[in-house]
């Protein structure tokens, strides 16, 4: 019989997008599980408001910057409460947790295996420090694709055996609580206007200053957009809005916890990132909910995106194919409906919540064991 684990996942990043989500939900998954799991975060980060809503326990350390305290506090954390594991999500926190790993180490104090989960398709640098990072200090590096994991293997020389792909996984039943009518009178749009939309923190990666432009573009002039998320670039993307005069075709829906309900009412869901995505959630939560996509080749994204097949593909930071790939979708709605049932039958057995939480339960054990 295999124990269960104790499990701490540190967070230096103060914003709020996939990742942090992925954090809090494989941490709840994991609870659910029997397993002792704690987030350890920077104060005033979101994943610290966040946390209760998922269920899981936070605990705020000094891990959003780079520097001796916090590699301190990380250690007498781990010397209080000791963990099994402990899965790091950020460069800023895993040079942070391999430092305060290393001195319990040397100190003949127990230390817990380190995880490194990359969420993005940032290279990684090759210097010494980070080769001792990721090749010594790191049991296992976890990626959200099999993309990224191979680039690691190719451009850093990693061990194949120690990186291990594992995409977020979808829980499906969260997203399918409404049909298109119902989730249409609830948020007062008209049963036949076109829709289209973005689930997306408002980085300037995520392409959304293409997708408005898109807009100015259609052939579907009735059509509307809405924006759902938040982040640093909405005041910009709000005066682009304005320049093209779209206000009135253009909606920011700001954050929303219930994303399935947006997603029933869209009629195409697009994700025109041109840089650093994994497989991401919200590409996968638009399958998961039959609905037909358009995004672009970046990262890892064509493991579950393939042209005409299971999505639409357009080149990166054009917003002239954008327009005409939503127009295609929108003008074919049988062919539409199509390709995204194939979608759906696609990822539904690959990327749910359950694989993910097995998967990375396998990865905390061997990652263990190897330490032991």
């Known amino acids: 019989m295999q124990l269960d684990l104790s499990i701490a996942h540190t967070e230096a990043s103060n914003g709020w997008g996939g990742q942090e989500i992925r954090t809090l939900t494989e941490a709840a998954g994991f609870i659910q599980r029997g397993h002792r799991v704690v987030v350890y975060a920077a104060p005033g980060a979101r994943i610290v408001d966040e946390a209760p ?16 305290r916090g590699a301190r506090a ?22 942070l947790v391999a430092l305060a790993c290393e001195w319990l180490r040397r100190t003949r104090r127990p230390a817990p295996a380190l995880v490194r989960t990359r969420h993005v398709s940032i290279a990684v640098p090759n210097d010494p ?14 990626t959200t694709g099999e993309g990224l994991r191979l680039q690691l293997i190719r451009d850093n020389g990693l061990d194949p055996a120690r990186v291990v792909s594992v995409p977020t996984g979808i829980d499906a039943a969260r997203l399918r609580t409404k049909s298109r009518d119902e989730a249409r009178r ?10 289209i939309g973005i689930v997306a923190t408002l980085r300037s990666w995520k392409g959304h200053r293409f997708l408005i432009d898109a807009m100015s573009k259609l052939r579907n002039r009735d059509a ?13 993307l ?57 995004t672009t080749d970046i990262g890892a994204i ?66 263990l064991a190897e330490r032991r």
């Not at 010397?79 to 950020?90: A, C, R, Y």
């Not at 709605?333 to 759906?344: I, L």
């Open 129 to 142: 420090g980070t080769r001792w990072l990721y090749r010594t200090a790191t049991a296992r590096v976890v």
């Open 238 to 294: 709000e005066a682009q809005v304005d320049r093209l005069r779209l206000r009135e075709r253009v909606i920011f829906a700001g954050q929303q916890d219930d994303i399935g309900r947006w997603l029933a009412a869209l009629d195409v869901f697009v994700l025109p990132s041109y840089a650093n995505e994994g497989v991401p959630q919200a590409l996968l939560q638009a399958m998961f909910a039959g609905i037909p996509c358009v």
């Open 53 to 68: 809503r998922f269920g899981v326990p936070v605990v705020t350390l000094p891990v959003g910057r780079k520097r001796l």
């Open 302 to 367: 064509p493991e579950i995106a393939r042209e005409g097949d299971t999505a639409r593909i357009v080149r990166r930071e054009d917003s002239h194919a954008l327009a005409e790939a939503i127009d295609d979708l929108l003008d074919d709605r049988d062919g539409s409906a199509a390709m995204a049932e194939r979608a759906r039958a696609f990822v539904t057995p690959r990327y749910d919540l359950a694989t993910m939480l097995d998967r990375m339960e396998d990865v905390f054990r061997g990652a």
């Open 186 to 195: 609830e948020l007062a749009f008209a049963d036949d206007m076109p829709l």
């Open 74 to 95: 990380i250690a007498h954390a781990f010397i209080e409460h000791p963990v099994d594991i402990v899965n790091t999500h950020s460069s800023t926190d895993a040079w």
């Open 224 to 236: 509307r957009l809405f924006i759902v998320g938040d982040g640093p670039q909405r005041a910009a």
